[in-house]
């Protein structure tokens, strides 16, 4: 089966830097995607990893390494409407089918 | 503009009555998925649909049916035979990278 791993919650200061770890065991994997959700609304795409090694776009940044089943999302110059809930979700392939298959999401919350 | 257009907002069902939920995008993308969110759960998928006229089952089929008779529409059931339907359901469409954009979503309450 697929198994994906994120912690439920963590808090940070305003201005700090966070790190939000994904572990995850599956098979037929075709890459990881990073998704933000406010409360109450639809999950926005945040980032996309299919080859091991770090994307950086503006404050947000992932890192992939496939070989150990790994990914973390980080985010800098944090800010309050930062505080979210962050969704780590691995592509898979079979039978021809590519699927999302979430994990149950960490709650960051961002204080003064 | 372009974008996945969910309908309605809030929904009530009552014991026994089947409903369904609509899903609209004008993104011209292919792939079309049905998602439930419970609380501390994160997103199972209930359907989706890569082509017209093809749909497959996710993990969480039982007691809901969809249909994609178009591209653009892919409406999901709600049926009598699911006995716990209270959430927030989501559609989501992609293209061939696999990125998926999201509807503002449906929240279902059973009266």
């Known amino acids: 089966g697929q198994n994906i791993d994120q912690p439920t919650e963590m808090t940070a200061t305003e201005g700090a830097i966070v790190q939000i770890n994904c572990t995850y065991q599956?098979?037929?994997?075709?890459?990881l995607f990073w998704y933000q959700q406010h409360a109450g609304e639809a999950p926005t795409f945040l980032s996309y990893?299919?080859?091991?090694g770090l994307e950086e776009k503006g404050r947000f940044s992932s890192f992939l390494s496939r070989s150990k089943g790994y990914s973390y999302l980080l985010l800098k110059e944090l800010q309050m409407k930062d505080s979210a809930s962050y969704l780590c979700?691995?592509?898979?392939?079979?039978?021809?089918?590519?699927?999302?298959?979430f994990g149950k999401g960490t709650m960051l919350l961002v204080s003064p | 503009d372009g974008g996945i257009t969910q309908s309605p907002k809030y929904l009530f069902r009552k014991e026994g009555q089947n409903v369904t939920l609509s899903c609209e995008q004008n993104?011209?993308?292919?792939?079309m998925y049905w998602y439930r969110q419970d609380p501390g759960q994160g997103l199972r998928l209930i359907y989706y649909?890569?082509?017209?006229?093809?749909?497959q089952k996710g993990d969480i089929a039982e007691g809901y049916s969809v249909s994609r008779e178009k591209k653009e529409s892919f409406p999901l059931t709600v049926t009598s035979a699911q006995k716990n339907p209270t959430a927030f359901y989501l559609c989501?469409?992609?293209?061939?990278?696999?990125?998926?954009?999201f509807g503002a979503g449906t929240r279902l309450s059973v009266l």
């Open positions: 989501a469409s992609s293209r061939t990278d696999n990125i998926q954009y």
């Open positions: 599956t098979s037929g994997f075709n890459g």
């Open positions: 990893n299919v080859l091991d």
């Open positions: 979700a691995v592509s898979l392939t079979y039978s021809g089918y590519s699927t999302l298959t």
């Open positions: 993104l011209n993308h292919d792939a």
């Open positions: 649909s890569q082509i017209v006229n093809d749909f």
